[in-house]
């Protein structure tokens, strides 16, 4: 029984190191799919959110059930972006007309960021998505008031193709399309899947979203 054990091992290792190599070839393209995406909505790096925070030491890892997931960095990575009019601070003080997108990878549908649990749906049921969202400013709240911290935290995501707000953030209204990461198989599917959703998002909120025209 010994060797067959060792053997399996074996195998189990050969495709932990497959897996890494995969992972990080799937990493390198998705920064280099987000960057494009955000140079062509005219914004500018802001805020990134992980499901699972890395620690900043290796002390209690083997008692924590997330351990492994900690050190998955793109796993649900959510990133912020702000489009401004160039004033100071722009993260802290708002203007009309502000925009912060979010593009979070939502790595697995069957996957709950929320209560951190997978669904009963089988992997090969599910799939992965680019959840785009932005969120404008109409009316902007008195500063120091924090994009991510205020607005972001406050206002929920409204149903897919639709204009949200929050009682709690008044003056921002959000607005969330998501796209399935297999329909982005090249540039050209990449440039079409942008402007469709950067005409639906200004349809939809009644103003120019991303880069002026």
Not at 2 to 7: K, N
Not at 35 to 61: M, S, T
Request: aromatic share 12%; net charge negative; glycine share 8%.
């Amino acid at each position: 029984m010994e060797p067959q054990m060792t053997s399996s091992l074996d195998d189990a290792l050969l495709d932990v190191r497959r897996a890494y190599r995969l992972l990080a070839d799937y990493q390198q393209r998705l920064f280099e799919l987000l960057g494009y995406i955000r140079e062509r909505l005219g914004a500018n790096a802001y805020y990134q959110e992980h499901v699972f925070k890395r620690p900043g030491d290796a002390a209690g890892l083997e008692s924590d059930e997330f351990s492994g997931w900690r050190y998955l960095p793109c796993y649900d990575l959510s990133l912020l972006w702000l489009k401004h009019a160039g004033q100071d601070a722009p993260w802290d003080n708002h203007r009309k007309g502000d925009q912060m997108f979010g593009a979070w990878i939502r790595s697995d549908t069957g996957f709950d960021k929320y209560s951190k649990t997978f669904s009963q749906e089988s992997v090969e049921k599910t799939h992965s998505e680019l959840v785009l969202s932005v969120v404008v400013c109409d009316t902007p709240a008195k500063a120091p008031y924090n994009w991510y911290s205020k607005v972001w935290c406050g206002i929920p995501y409204p149903a897919d193709g639709t204009v949200g707000t929050a009682s709690e953030v008044p003056g921002y209204r959000c607005y969330v399309k998501a796209i399935p990461l297999a329909a982005l198989a090249d540039q050209s599917s990449v440039n079409d899947m942008i402007d469709s959703w950067l005409s639906a998002a200004s349809k939809a909120l009644g103003l120019q979203i991303g880069p002026e025209s």
